[in-house]
């Protein structure tokens, strides 16, 4: 904690390290209350650096010994200072030589070494290793390490830490060791270790090339049978990657671990992921389809870092995306080619668009906005951003629709074999593009370097003599915080014509000759602020449609009649846009309520939306498309997503709006969801693959809309699905559609749940989020929830599962017009704030768009940003939040 100003860090100032580690020894003797870790460094003096002194980081460190070359170093030979130990002037090669002890049952951030449920665990991205010994902590230090574990065996029977086993036994005092030597050179931040009660299940696999690998999933005694679904995710992975992007598993063994206290989803360590158990342990009794489907791809994901990450990295921290970016890109693909099919490829990029447009727009409207690639922060934590992985995903997925798939592999092969082994950025990456595919990508640079959505125009023209249409795209980009004005961004839109029969017309542009193979999407390359496309051959008026599959994360202006965007909705050839077009309909007509309901509240009296009604129920009754599909074409956008489209944002009509619609619809075609929700009842076992998942989903969505009606009819309903479900899925969305009405049996369904499932900690959480979620809690009763034994902030998927998803999940009440709920949020930062410092920072992070909404509930969360501000010595991470949120 501190008082004074956090300093801020800019990309301009990077300099390479005066020294390089080549190899790093480690002796870890572990104990909870006191660990003691002698370090063994070898360096040399990097002659591209102008730097005399050596500079490592630590933090919260009782140095015990400090030599170089074999001696002991003299008080003036070297500095402590914040957060930083300089050596000065050292010889050329150094064999620097540390002992540090530190205190992990101490340690609540989660970060550096800590212990959970008894066991060891770490976390060194992105500066954790600075809490373990003094080192230069970033990530272009590359080095070899060889790390020796020991500690008492009955307690800690199991010692992992990176690469291969290559010694271990008994130390006669009842302790032991074992030795674990990593043959690739990683950056500190990938080191981990884990020491504890663990069992694992373990798998030989065999690669594409014939060389077999051991997989190992460790998790607590009683988890094991809930490791299958990772251990099969972790097959896929390896497999796909060999696949599609030729890669191969360079170790001989493979290791995740599952830990219950874990500040984010996982960590890609090299051979050693380490996960949140979130992301490893399902069944069916336990895990819901979501979860199922997050495994697999949390799975893919970290899997992947193993080239996209680990053995090409980044130069230093504002290079992030070059990593995260590439390997969310990585893992959408890995999750859509898992599913197979052209619907289930669809599916997928929308639920992804869908999180692009709930987090990402905002985040890059607000106060925290940032390019994805920063140009300077001062916690380098709170950049783990939804604009570093998912627009730095989008930017990435840009690549390859503007160069092809084979276009995008080749860049891939070049920039592996043009970097493997190194620390590189964001410009390396794109050059490896460029150069592979004989293509100037200098404007591409402008994603990485300018932030905020741009909103790109379309304007058509139909002439009917010369049966040519005219496409005229123009793009704006919004400012964001310190960047006034934008330059035009290169940004691929992928555009079909719709005949009046709905089929697509083929595609002829003026400027390239008529080829007789002509496609019928194209991708039109706006590069200026304005540029005319002309399209010829085109015989008569056709219906746009623009921007297919999302082919970039832009907003689009476009003036569609409300007809035009039902006969989108019902012919697109594009799966996405006739999704799209269903939205935009819904959109349309709550923006229109919302108003309305703000001049008069009882506009919602005798709602009556024939329009959205008939194309819903077109939607819901055309059995020739995917379950799936229809869920997601049926959910109208989040409240979160109409306040985006706002300027003043008032929560209270979105949500009435919100709701009055799915009681609309609910009413009108109570028989058409009564028939969807019988039709996609599947009796035997479960299976989360991706279409018995997609049948749940639309039958549970079918469900949710009945339950709006809150009559005995669906009270009888839930509760039946509820006592007879077989799996979680089921369970929950029955609990979910009983909490939020008046059923009789709501209460003994929520205690009887929790009773049945209180010692699975993930379902524990659930049935916390089920509640923080509910129509009807307000901070009363979350408040009531914080005192439930089995709640505590020290764990964060608990805090998550019940403050987060209050503030975030429960708009209504979380924005209740006394300003109770800022109150609440105000002092859960607080609290947090002294616990643990980054997931206090994304807490505090849910004030973001104060400015966007009425003046009541502004002045209301300035103050309670200002309470934050004022409270006390905050975290870097949180003061760098509540900062750049008070901003003029
Ligand atoms: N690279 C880690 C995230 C580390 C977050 C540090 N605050 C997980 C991932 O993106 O795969
Ligand atoms: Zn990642």
């Known amino acids: 904690m501190r008082t004074d100003t956090p300093q801020t860090i800019y990309r301009k100032d990077y300099t390479p390290p005066a020294y390089w580690v080549d190899t790093v020894e480690m002796g870890f003797d572990l104990d909870p209350a006191e660990t003691r870790v002698a370090t063994r460094m070898t360096m040399r003096r990097n002659p591209d650096s102008r730097a005399r002194n050596l500079l490592l980081h630590g933090e919260g460190l009782q140095l015990a010994q400090l030599r170089v070359n074999g001696k002991a170093l003299g008080p003036r030979a070297y500095a402590l200072g914040q957060g930083t130990l300089e050596i000065f002037n050292p010889p050329q090669n150094v064999v620097l030589e540390i002992e540090t002890v530190i205190k992990p049952d101490q340690n609540t951030s989660l970060m550096g070494l800590y212990v959970s449920n008894g066991n060891f665990f770490t976390q060194c991205e992105a500066e954790g290793f600075r809490k373990i010994t003094y080192f230069p902590d970033r990530p272009d230090v590359m080095a070899r390490y060889t790390v020796m574990l020991r500690a008492d065996k009955e307690r800690y029977p199991v010692l992992l830490s990176n690469g291969n086993l290559i010694d271990q036994g008994d130390l006669g005092d009842g302790r032991h060791y074992a030795t674990w030597e990593d043959p690739f050179k990683k950056p500190s931040y990938l080191f981990a270790l884990v020491a504890g009660n663990l069992v694992c299940h373990e798998e030989t696999y065999r690669l594409q090339s014939g060389r077999e690998v051991l997989l190992q999933v460790w998790v607590e005694e009683g988890?094991?049978?809930?490791?299958?679904?990772?251990?099969?995710?972790?097959?896929?992975?390896?497999?796909?990657?060999?696949?599609?992007?030729?890669?191969?598993?360079?170790?001989?063994?493979?290791?995740?671990?599952?830990v219950g206290d874990f500040n984010m989803g996982a960590m890609e360590n090299k051979g050693l992921n380490i996960f949140n158990t979130k992301y490893v342990l399902a069944n069916p009794r336990i895990a819901t389809d979501a979860d199922f489907a997050n495994i697999e791809s949390v799975v893919g994901h970290e899997y992947f870092h193993n080239w996209t990450g680990n053995r090409v990295t980044c130069r230093d921290w504002f290079q992030l995306s070059l990593k995260e970016g590439l390997t969310v890109f990585r893992d959408q693909e890995f999750s859509a080619d898992m599913i197979g099919t052209d619907t289930?490829?669809?599916?997928?990029?929308?639920?992804?668009?869908?999180?692009?447009?709930?987090?990402?727009?905002?985040?890059?409207?607000?106060?925290?906005?940032?390019?994805?690639?920063?140009?300077?922060y001062v916690e380098i934590n709170n950049f783990y951003t939804v604009t570093i992985y998912e627009k730095g995903s989008e930017v990435v997925r840009m690549y390859q629709t503007l160069l092809g798939k084979d276009g995008f592999r080749k860049g891939m092969d070049l920039y592996f074999q043009r970097h493997d082994g190194q620390a590189v950025t964001c410009d390396d990456f794109r050059a490896a593009m460029a150069d592979a595919n004989g293509r100037d990508l200098t404007q591409f640079e402008l994603w990485y370097s300018q932030a905020g959505t741009p909103r790109v125009k379309v304007e058509t023209r139909y002439d009917a003599i010369g049966k040519q249409y005219e496409m005229t795209l123009s793009?704006?980009?919004?400012?964001?915080?310190?960047?006034?004005?934008?330059?035009?961004?290169?940004?691929?839109?992928?555009?079909?014509?719709?005949?009046?029969?709905?089929?697509?017309?083929?595609?002829?542009?003026?400027?390239?000759?008529?080829?007789?193979?002509?496609?019928?999407?194209?991708?039109?390359?706006?590069?200026?602020?304005?540029?005319?496309?002309?399209?010829?051959?085109?015989?008569?008026?056709?219906?746009?449609?623009v921007l297919r599959d999302f082919s970039a994360p832009v907003i689009l202006d476009i003036d569609y009649a409300d007809e035009e965007l039902a006969f989108l909705m019902a012919h697109d050839s594009d799966a996405f846009n006739r999704w799209e077009a269903g939205q935009r309909l819904a959109m349309r007509r709550m923006l229109a309520?919302?108003?309305?309901?703000?001049?008069?509240?009882?506009?919602?009296?005798?709602?009556?939306?024939?329009?959205l009604v008939d194309s819903f129920r077109a939607t819901l009754n055309d059995e020739a498309l995917d379950p799936a599909f229809r869920e997601l074409a049926l959910t109208l956008p989040s409240e979160t997503i109409i306040a985006e489209q706002m300027a003043v944002v008032n929560p209270q009509a979105i949500h009435a709006v919100r709701r009055a619609l799915r009681r609309l619809l609910a009413q009108q075609l109570r028989l058409d969801w009564r028939v969807a929700y019988e039709?996609?009842?599947?009796a035997g076992p479960y299976s989360p693959d991706a279409s018995a998942a997609g049948r749940r989903g639309l039958k549970n969505l079918a469900l949710g809309y009945l339950a709006e009606l809150d009559d005995t009819e669906s009270h009888l309903l839930a509760q039946s699905q509820y006592d007879n479900a077989n799996n979680m899925t089921d369970r929950m969305a029955a609990l979910a559609a009983l909490a939020n009405g008046g059923a009789p049996g709501r209460e003994d369904a929520l205690a009887g749940f929790y009773d049945e499932f209180k010692d699975e900690a993930l379902v524990v959480d659930k049935w916390f989020t089920l509640q923080a979620m509910a129509r009807n809690t307000d901070v009363a009763a979350v408040r009531a929830l914080m005192s439930h034994p089995a709640f505590t902030l020290k764990n964060p998927n608990r805090a998550r599962s019940l403050i987060f998803s209050f503030c975030n999940g429960n708009p209504p009440q979380f924005h209740a017009t006394d300003g109770s709920g800022y109150g609440f949020w105000a002092e859960s930062v607080i609290a947090l704030n002294r616990i643990n410092p980054q997931v206090a920072a994304r807490l505090a992070r849910s004030l973001d768009r104060w400015r966007k909404f009425t003046p009541p509930l502004r002045a209301m969360m300035q103050d309670a940003l200002r309470q934050v501000a004022r409270s006390g010595p905050l975290s870097k991470d949180v003061h760098e939040v509540i900062t750049k949120s008070l901003a003029e």
Not at 347 to 376: C, N, T, W, Y
Request: hydrophobic fraction near 35%.
């Open 593 to 611: 309520l919302t108003e309305q309901v703000e001049a008069d509240p009882a506009a919602l009296q005798n709602l009556d939306e024939p329009m």
């Open 223 to 258: 988890n094991l049978d809930k490791t299958q679904h990772a251990m099969e995710s972790l097959k896929n992975s390896i497999r796909w990657d060999e696949e599609r992007f030729g890669l191969e598993l360079d170790l001989d063994r493979f290791m995740i671990v599952a």
């Open 344 to 376: 289930g490829r669809a599916v997928k990029r929308i639920e992804d668009v869908r999180v692009l447009r709930q987090a990402q727009f905002p985040e890059d409207a607000g106060p925290m906005a940032h390019p994805v690639r920063p140009d300077s």
């Open 679 to 682: 039709g996609n009842r599947d």
């Open 475 to 545: 793009q704006s980009c919004p400012p964001t915080p310190g960047e006034e004005s934008k330059q035009p961004f290169h940004i691929p839109v992928a555009v079909g014509l719709l005949d009046a029969a709905g089929r697509d017309i083929p595609l002829r542009l003026a400027a390239s000759g008529a080829g007789p193979d002509a496609p019928t999407t194209l991708v039109l390359e706006l590069t200026r602020d304005k540029q005319t496309f002309v399209f010829t051959h085109v015989p008569e008026r056709p219906v746009p449609s």
